[in-house]
């Protein structure tokens, strides 16, 4: 069971344009919401978190969004630029757990 | 510094060889994890030490994966008798303990054949 769905498989942006991607959960007790950016043959790096007792997160042109009520949570890619193009993963783990659990990964490629 | 390095690669295996996959974490990280990524997919957690100690191994896909970590440094994935359905990367991360970030190495890449 996927513990982390991820949206959408694939996405296209213009240069200069927002790119958003979407997750959601089912497990309350997750507290800790990362959101990771791999290139073709490295491995995933962290790009920005965000804890739930807040509902926004801004890191430069990077910014999570989310809703607990909803149970989702999202990221925003503002004024995005080819260098961008790469493969998104949502991620969402439990303070005193050990495991991270991985969304099944956005493609985004951004048009010159 | 130097990151996370894991060697070898890529490793091609005949099915039935045994294989061992290395990870070099980040000196002085305390965390540890293992993920298998199949092509297209997420990382799956396989297994997390804590310093020598493996405190999960939960993800663990059979008996034929086994991990170590003896002095709590260097850590071997090793897969016994290899099937065509551990064809996959397999991510190490280690952190300096486990609410901080994670740093992951570029994975091996296996191929069973």
């Known amino acids: 069971q996927q513990q982390v769905k991820q949206s959408p498989q694939s996405l296209i942006v213009q240069k200069g344009g927002i790119s958003i991607i979407n997750c959601a959960y089912e497990?309350?007790?997750?507290?800790?919401f990362p959101w990771y950016q791999q290139f073709p043959g490295k491995g995933p790096a962290l790009l920005i978190a965000?804890?739930?007792?807040?509902s926004e997160k801004k890191e430069g042109r990077f910014t999570i969004s989310f809703n607990k009520s909803a149970k989702q949570f999202s990221l925003h890619i503002m004024d995005s630029q080819p260098g961008d193009s790469a493969t998104y993963f949502c991620?969402?783990?439990?303070?005193?757990?050990?495991?991270?659990?991985f969304g099944t990964g956005t493609s985004l490629t951004v048009i010159p | 510094g130097a990151g996370v390095s894991q060697s070898p690669r890529y490793k091609v295996a005949k099915r039935g060889q045994d294989v061992a996959l290395r990870c070099d974490p980040i000196?002085?990280?305390?965390?540890l994890f293992w993920y298998q990524q199949a092509l297209g997919q997420g990382p799956e957690f396989l297994t997390y030490?804590?310093?020598?100690?493996?405190?999960?191994k939960s993800g663990l896909p059979s008996d034929r994966f086994f991990a170590e970590r003896p002095e709590g440094s260097v850590s071997t994935l090793k897969i016994q008798r290899t099937q065509q359905e551990d064809s996959a990367v397999y991510l190490c991360?280690?952190?300096?303990?486990?609410?901080?970030?994670?740093?992951f190495g570029p994975g091996t890449r296996l191929t069973v054949l």
């Open positions: 000196s002085g990280h305390v965390s």
């Open positions: 965000i804890r739930p007792d807040v």
């Open positions: 991360a280690s952190g300096r303990d486990y609410h901080n970030e994670q740093f």
């Open positions: 497990n309350t007790a997750f507290d800790y």
């Open positions: 030490f804590q310093n020598e100690a493996q405190l999960d």
């Open positions: 991620a969402a783990s439990i303070i005193g757990g050990n495991q991270f659990y």
